[in-house]
């Protein structure tokens, strides 16, 4: 190898490794500029990373924070609640604190008083004393005649204040307690009544079955009538016959006979007792159907299949033209939406108030009036002490033993006097109400009269130069009196004659 070729061995290794080298270098650099891109991206992520754990962070403190403020505004709740408890207590026992002093200071006036009193006594003991050492030197009429004056001297305030009392009295309710009790026993009495509301008017197929239905000699309608406690009266109209009975299950038993007799067309004493008793069997099992429904609509249970027959029989009974089964049942509506309201138990109040009237549905087996009749019959089968209570004292006969017997009173005069209960038009009520004006101005030294609270109350001022206080009571007492005796009306009418008189001078 020359030296030429040593030259250019040399030159080609050098650009060989110049080209090396530079190869080498662009390698170099692109793997630095890839791992310098490499470790942007890293950073760029982790930057994204710590965003991300930051917003989270974020996202749980304000969560945190938002239960946390719940939570004291909860708690702020319950406290202003608590200082709203602490208050309403802090009323109360103040209010028991005023209780309690108004208390002492009523026990300190009756101490005094009771202190008086016993000066009192010891001076009317002295003076009795004194009076027996002066009665000892008496005979015994003279003893005896100064004794009862002083006896009137002393119970003269006495005397005159129970006149007074007996006298305000009102005869309204009096009277209205009287027609009250007339009507009870009434119903419950097979009696002679008004026909518009004891008979029953079955329509004949022609006028033939009336001598059909008398028989031979009367032998059917004696049967009929002894058969059925009722009285057919043919005669008074055409082409129907008159079933009269007070009791109205008897009389419903009737017609249902009567009607049955004059499909089948055989009318004959055999005949008549079958479907009289046919009648009976279908009337028990309506009055039984007739007390179930009434429970079921008031969704009451465990009720003695006695009682439920009674209820049913109300349905035949009428106060005022008001179906009284329908009464009990509003009565005891009203007495469970009253007691719902006052915090009582209104299944209770109901029960009192469906079977408040029950002994009017009683027979004349039972005596006593129809409501301790009634709390007799439902105390015997187990009823609740407080529902037998109720429905014993809801005329006041015996004292009231719980709030439920002042519902049953309530809810009864609610259900009697609401409009349409009862029936009355709105021409007779006017023509009742001045009448009623016009009886009270007709008494001498009356100057004005006034029909008030729908007719129950009239009030009657006269003038006080021509009527003195006697004469007033007497004013009333003859009002009551003519009311009574020429006009038809529902309930009780109170009479208040007032007499007043002003005197009034004017200083200039």
């Known amino acids: 190898m020359n030296f030429d070729q040593i030259i250019y061995f040399v030159i080609g290794a050098v650009l060989g490794l110049a080209v090396y080298w530079v190869v080498i270098k662009r390698r170099l650099q692109r793997r630095e500029e890839a791992h310098r891109q490499q470790m942007d991206v890293d950073a760029r ?41 602490l208050s309403r207590s802090t009323e109360r026992l103040e ?14 006036r009756g101490q005094r008083l009771l202190e008086d009193t016993e000066h009192e006594a010891e001076k009317t003991r002295r003076l009795y004393r004194l009076k027996l050492h002066q009665i000892s030197q008496m005979n015994q009429e003279e003893a005896r005649q100064l004794l009862i004056a002083a006896t009137e001297r002393e119970c ?11 006298l305000k009295r009102s005869d309204a309710e009096i009277a209205a307690e009287s027609r009250r009790v007339l009507l009870a026993a009434m119903q419950r009495i097979t009696s002679q009544p008004m026909n518009d509301a004891t008979a029953t008017v079955v329509a004949l197929p022609s006028e033939e079955m009336k ?62 007792e079958e479907e009289v008793c046919n009648a009976d069997e279908a009337m028990q099992a309506n009055v039984i159907e007739l007390g179930e429904g009434a429970l079921r609509k008031l969704r009451l249970t465990d009720v003695h299949p006695e009682v439920v027959a009674l209820l049913g029989k109300l349905h035949y009974r009428l106060s005022n033209n008001q179906n009284t089964l329908a009464h009990s049942v509003e009565v005891a509506n009203l007495c469970a939406l009253i007691a719902s ?32 009749v009634g709390a007799d019959i439902i105390k015997q089968h187990g009823e609740d002490p407080r529902v037998v209570n109720a ?35 709105i021409d007779g009520f006017i023509q ?64 208040t004659v007032i007499r007043e008189q002003r005197f009034s001078e004017t200083a200039v």
């Open 45 to 85: 992520e982790a930057q994204l990373s710590i965003r991300e754990e930051q917003a989270e962070l974020e996202l749980t403190f304000q969560r945190k924070q938002v239960d946390s403020e719940r939570t004291l505004a909860t708690q702020k709740d319950e406290l202003d609640a608590r200082v709203r408890e």
């Open 341 to 372: 309201e006052i915090g009582l138990d209104p299944v209770i109040a109901k029960r009192a108030g469906l079977f408040h009237d029950l002994g009017k549905a009683a027979d004349e087996g039972y005596e006593g009036s129809h409501a301790i």
């Open 156 to 166: 003269e305030k006495e005397v005159r204040d129970l006149r007074q009392s007996l």
């Open 391 to 425: 429905a014993a004292a809801h005329h006041r006969e015996v004292p009231a033993e719980s709030f439920y017997a002042g519902l049953v009173m309530v809810a009864d005069s609610l259900s009697a006097v609401r409009p349409g209960a009862r029936a009355s038009s």
């Open 211 to 272: 001598g059909r239905i008398i028989g031979r000699e009367g032998r059917n309608i004696r049967t009929f009538e002894h058969a059925t406690g009722t009285t057919l009266m043919i005669d008074e109209t055409p082409d129907s016959v008159l079933i009269s009975c007070f009791d109205p299950v008897r009389r419903e038993i009737a017609r249902i006979a009567l009607e049955a007799l004059l499909r089948d067309g055989r009318i004959h004493p055999a005949s008549i």
């Open 95 to 108: 209010e028991k604190a005023a209780k309690l002093d108004a208390k002492d200071k009523e026990l300190s």
């Open 432 to 495: 009742r109400v001045r009448s009623i004006e016009e009886i009270a101005r007709q008494e001498r030294g009356v100057s004005d009269a006034y029909a008030i609270q729908a007719g129950r109350e009239v009030r009657v001022i006269v003038e006080p130069l021509k009527v003195d206080e006697d004469e007033a009571r007497k004013t009333a007492l003859r009002i009551r009196e003519r009311i009574e005796d020429e006009l038809n009306y529902p309930g009780a009418i109170e009479i």
